[in-house]
């Protein structure tokens, strides 16, 4: 190999690096990527992924072609002592009509079905087995269920292969709704109604997030999906619709603080002007609806696991947790927002 050609030795390190480059590309592809779309769990996110695999070897093809081209001319035509200067080529027709026809061909067989994914994804649901209404606020997630009576939040629950028919609005501005797994993006536009529908297939928990730019914690804008079997979502179903109390009276407890923290949230601690619990005369509506909070796994769209720490800590800096929220710190003593916190886990 001590041929004494000029560079071959130069080209060491740039081969060391390329494969220590590679290995570090190809580490990263391993792992449980919640939010990947090349995971899909429903009808529509399968059709979607298939466009894109199809897509994907075409752009393969292409990438091989040309780059081995510009390599073979590379290392053919490099410039060598001694040897003669290539001659330049102009003009070939049979070439030009051959780097015509084939990207516009290639063209045709991404577009064509480019436009029937479309049109597929964009038809009507095909049936509607769970109408949700989802409203989408500055930073949280409002899930309203007509049929069933029931209103929630930033915890979506469907039962799996029933089709889920969403109607998507925004209470304040553009928000977009996006479950990688099961379906594509689609933004909550102020002043009118989009539709998005898909059918999940497997049971299991999927995040998803906003994915539309929408003010200071967007980011910390996200949701579950929960695709239960059919009668972990009746249960699920019949829990929410049912209010929590009936009249004005508290439900009975043991628990000293649970309600102690009933009377900070209805008296001292103003919560009902902003929060709604069915059942009891708390009907504000800037906030997230509280029936049955004590049953969701998070708080604050996702961003806190719900315990009674998280709870405390979210009554006594919500700004800190989440900046710019909407959420107003109300002033409580450690001791109220722990009597607070009780009382709202007791909310199942
Ligand atoms: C000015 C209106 C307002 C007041 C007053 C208010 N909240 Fe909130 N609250 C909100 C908003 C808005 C959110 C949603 C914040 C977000 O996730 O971006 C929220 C979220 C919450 C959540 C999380 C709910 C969920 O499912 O994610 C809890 C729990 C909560 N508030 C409890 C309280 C308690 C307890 C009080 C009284 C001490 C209170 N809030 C007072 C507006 C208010
Ligand atoms: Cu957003």
Known sequence: MTDGRPGYRGHRPILVFAALAITLVAAACGGDFPQSSLRPQSDVAREIDSLFRGIFWWAMGVLVVVEGALVVAIIRFRERPGAEKPKPVHGNTALEIAWTLAPALILIFIGVPTMITLWRVDRPP????IRVEVIGHQWWWEFNYPDLGVTTA???HVPVGKTVDLRLKSAD????FWFPRVAGKRDLVPGTENQLWFTPDSVGVYPGQCAEFCGTSHALMGMLLFVDTPEEFERWAAR???PQESGAEPRPSDDPSVLAGR???FGAGGCISCHAIRGTPAAGILGPDLTHVGSR???AAGVLDNTPDNLVRWINEPHDVKPG???LDMGLSDEQARQVSAYLLSLE
């Open 325 to 327: 929220n909407l959420m």
């Open 240 to 242: 929410e619709a049912s």
């Open 154 to 156: 930033n915890e979506l």
């Open 173 to 176: 501005v553009v928000h977009s």
């Open 126 to 129: 095909p049936s509607s087995d």
């Open 297 to 299: 796994s998070t708080i």
């Open 263 to 265: 009377e900070v949230f």
